[in-house]
C-alpha cells in the first residue's frame, strides 16, 4: 500500500519592517508571533537595532537603508506577499527606501503602525521623520493604527482625535484606527475611520498594568488578517480582540511594563 502526502497550503505572507527590540515585547518580534498565531508566516526586514529593557528606549541605530531595499526586494521576488506592516522606522532615509518598494508593489496592502515613541514615552521621531511619513507612507497605506498621541502629532491636531483622522485620510490613508489607550477612562474606546462614513467604535475594559508591545501585537494581527483576506473592519475587530487577549494573559519578566501573550494558550477557568 502507497501512500500520497498532500503538500499544505502555503500560509499567506505578511513583510513587516519594525526594529529589533531585545526585551521581545515590541518590534520584531512582536510581529513575528502575532503574525504566526494568525496561522500566517512573518518575513522580516529589520529598520533599527535598539538599545532597551521593558522600562526604556535608551538608544536606537537605524540600519543602512540600501541594504534594507535589496533585503525586501528579494524577498519580494521570491514571496507571494499578501500584506505589508511597517512600525518604527527610525529615519527619513529608510521612510523613502520603504516608498520606493510600495510604489512599485501599490497592489499589497499597507498597514502602518507610526512607531513615534516608547510605550514609555521616549521620542523615536524628530519632526523631519514625521513630515516623510505623511508624505512617502500614508498616501499608500490602507490602515494606519496610531494611538492619540500619534495621531495628534501626525495632523498637527492638538486635541481631537476626529480632526486628526479627518486630516489622515486628506493625507492619504484609506482607514485610521486610532486606539484610546492613552485615556483615562474606565473603557478604552478605539475608532475606525473612512472618509464619507460614521466612525466605528470599538470598546474593551481597562487593564490594570501598562503594557509593553501592544500597538505592535495590534497592527500586526490586523496585517495578518488582511493578508487572509478579510476586508478591513472586520480585520480590525479580530484584531483588537487577539490584542485585548494577549493582554489578559500579559506577564512581566522585567521589572518595568508587562508584556503581551501572544501565544497565549486560553485557560479554563
Given at each position: 500500500m502507497s501512500y500520497i502526502k498532500n503538500e499544505p497550503e502555503a500560509?499567506?505572507?505578511?513583510?513587516?519592517?519594525?526594529?529589533?527590540?531585545?526585551?521581545?515585547?515590541?518590534?520584531?518580534?512582536?510581529?513575528?508571533?502575532?503574525?504566526?498565531?494568525?496561522?500566517?508566516?512573518?518575513?522580516?526586514?529589520?529598520?533599527?537595532?535598539?538599545?532597551?529593557d521593558t522600562s526604556h528606549v535608551l538608544s536606537f541605530d537605524a540600519v543602512d537603508a540600501d541594504k534594507l531595499k535589496k533585503q525586501a526586494d528579494v524577498l519580494l521576488r521570491d514571496m507571494s506577499v499578501s500584506a505589508i506592516k511597517i512600525g518604527m522606522t527610525a529615519d527619513v532615509e529608510i521612510v523613502k527606501a520603504i516608498h520606493t518598494i510600495l510604489k512599485t508593489h501599490h497592489e499589497i496592502p499597507v498597514i502602518l503602525d507610526p512607531v513615534?515613541?516608547?510605550?514609555?514615552?521616549?521620542?523615536?521621531?524628530?519632526?523631519?521623520?514625521?513630515d516623510a511619513i505623511n508624505t512617502y507612507l500614508l498616501p499608500h497605506c490602507q490602515l494606519i493604527t496610531p494611538n492619540t498621541l500619534e495621531a495628534f502629532k501626525l495632523s498637527s491636531c492638538s486635541d481631537d482625535t476626529e480632526t486628526a483622522a479627518g486630516t489622515l485620510l486628506e493625507?492619504?490613508?484609506?482607514?485610521?484606527?486610532?486606539?484610546?489607550?492613552?485615556?483615562?477612562?474606565?473603557?478604552?474606546?478605539?475608532?475606525?475611520?473612512?472618509?464619507?462614513?460614521?466612525?466605528?467604535?470599538?470598546q474593551n475594559t481597562r487593564l490594570p498594568h501598562e503594557y509593553h508591545g501592544s500597538g505592535c501585537t495590534l497592527a500586526s494581527s490586523i496585517a495578518a488578517f488582511?493578508?487572509?483576506?478579510?476586508?478591513?473592519?472586520?480585520?480590525?475587530?479580530?484584531?483588537?480582540?487577539?490584542?485585548?487577549?494577549t493582554l489578559q494573559y500579559a506577564h512581566a519578566p522585567g521589572q518595568g511594563q508587562w508584556l503581551p501573550d501572544r501565544l497565549y494558550t486560553p485557560k479554563n477557568d
Open positions: 500560509k499567506p505572507v505578511v513583510l513587516c519592517f519594525s526594529g529589533h527590540d531585545p526585551s521581545g515585547g515590541a518590534g520584531i518580534q512582536a510581529d513575528i508571533e502575532a503574525i504566526s498565531a494568525q496561522g500566517c508566516h512573518a518575513a522580516t526586514v529589520i529598520t533599527a537595532l535598539t538599545c532597551q513615534l515613541a516608547s510605550g514609555a514615552g521616549t521620542s523615536l521621531s524628530s519632526s523631519k521623520l514625521v493625507m492619504g490613508a484609506e482607514h485610521v484606527l486610532i486606539t484610546g489607550t492613552h485615556a483615562k477612562s474606565a473603557l478604552v474606546e478605539h475608532y475606525l475611520y473612512h472618509a464619507h462614513e460614521l466612525p466605528q467604535q470599538f488582511i493578508a487572509t483576506g478579510l476586508m478591513t473592519s472586520e480585520a480590525v475587530q479580530k484584531g483588537l480582540d487577539y490584542t485585548y487577549q
